[in-house]
């Protein structure tokens, strides 16, 4: 999940909808890491056979600050900045301010120096907004459960991890994203925007051998999802996550949502787009008029760029709505749930869920964090088992509202 160019949020404006919504709508498959006192055992359920990567400890807001850079992004940055940005704009400051003395302080020279502080201001503010810093408060803003308990580890089929509440499993699509440096591991979550990534400090590792973790990179890279049969999948993932109680009640079947727009995030990332092209457009302009010609070229690929991303986000505005889908399966007890997709899965306690709702003839139980749960009758094998949810359903609730 990195973002493109200097937007930072140049890869969510193309995924506005998919993202914000599925944070506040509720993908009843999204990641949760939120600290507590139980000391989970670390992937039990999986297939563990083979070579792996143990991790067990508490993720902090340190580990996020440290793991959350992008390396290109941060060179471009710098190469703008010292290589170009800096020299030109004292340079050109200084011989402006220079004439200024000598023949007069006119309008023209004003607008230059006018140009040349409001352009070294903005790429300044640009550089900053992308610091590791700002970059880790504001994925903390977004997702605070992205710090505490974080106890499992890496296999062939995935990554299979505790949080101290959930037991989450997440197939070989998302560990062939991770990126793995110095200071650890990051995993996109693919939901939330990108910087919802599990970050994993080799500290948390008991032992972290970059050999094998190649070994399962290769074997990550390998897996196609696409050829294998999709309800074998789907009970696979089932099986990482435990074995399902006699007395449970299973469900299998589509779920279909038609969801309303954020329209107030699209508008935040259109403003910053706007601003940002903006930026760039005035330092072309100034850097062609000194005779910085590459730094004005480059500028104008910056532009070209990030007004790729804000026309898109203005595309966003006239949407008022967007359709998600999900094949889920799973099983229900008296006290726990497990529900799976096709790449990855959570356990969860049943009393986790706050209320129930009906939403077009569908059972939503409401999670904290903005998400939820949905079922359906043709879910479900039987009336029986249907109208047993139901019934539970409404008398936990209601314990919990009193």
Request: charged share 20%.
């Amino acid at each position: 999940m990195a973002s493109t160019g200097m937007t930072d949020g140049g890869s969510d404006v193309e995924q506005t909808s998919s993202s914000k919504l599925h944070r506040a709508l509720v993908n009843p498959y999204a990641t949760s890491m939120r600290l507590d006192g139980t000391d989970p055992n670390p992937a039990t359920n999986s297939d563990q056979v083979g070579i792996y990567l143990a991790f067990d400890g508490e993720i902090t807001s340190d580990d996020i600050r440290r793991l959350i850079p992008q390396r290109g992004l941060g060179f471009l940055l710098a190469v703008l900045m010292w290589g170009f940005l800096i020299p030109a704009f004292v340079i050109g400051g200084t011989v402006v301010s220079i004439n200024a003395v000598r023949n007069g302080f006119d309008s023209e020279t004003f607008t230059k120096l006018v140009c040349c502080f409001g352009v070294a201001s903005g790429f300044a503010l640009a550089t900053q907004y992308v610091s590791p810093g700002r970059r880790m408060r504001r994925a903390l803003k977004q997702r605070p459960d992205l710090v505490g308990r974080a106890v499992g580890r890496f296999v062939a089929n995935g990554l299979l991890f505790n949080d101290g509440e959930r037991t989450h499993y997440l197939n070989a699509d998302y560990c062939r994203r991770a990126e793995l440096n110095r200071h650890g591991v990051k995993v996109p979550l693919l939901e939330g925007g990108p910087y919802v990534q599990l970050y994993l400090a080799k500290r948390l590792f008991d032992r972290f051998e970059s050999s094998v973790w190649k070994q399962l990179e290769s074997v990550w890279r390998e897996h196609d999802a696409s050829q294998l049969d999709l309800d074998a999948v789907m009970e696979s993932n089932c099986k990482q996550l435990g074995v399902r109680p006699d007395s449970a009640v299973t469900f299998d079947g589509q779920v279909t949502l038609q969801m309303p727009v954020d329209h107030g995030a699209v508008r935040g990332i259109m403003y910053r787009n706007g601003g940002l092209v903006v930026t760039y457009g005035v330092g072309m302009s100034v850097a062609w008029h000194f005779g910085f010609t590459v730094l004005a070229v480059g500028s104008l690929l910056l532009m070209l760029g990030t007004l790729r991303y804000f026309y898109n986000s203005w595309r966003w505005m006239a949407v008022p709505s967007q359709e998600f889908s999900w094949r889920q399966r799973g099983w229900i007890s008296e006290d726990e749930v497990v529900s799976v997709n096709e790449t990855n899965g959570i356990r969860l306690f049943r009393s986790e869920y706050l209320r129930t709702e009906w939403i077009d003839e569908k059972l939503v139980w409401h999670l904290g964090n903005n998400r939820a749960m949905y079922f359906s009758r043709e879910h479900f094998e039987s009336d029986g088992d249907w109208n047993w949810i139901c019934e539970t359903s409404s008398l936990e609730s209601a314990s919990a509202s009193e």
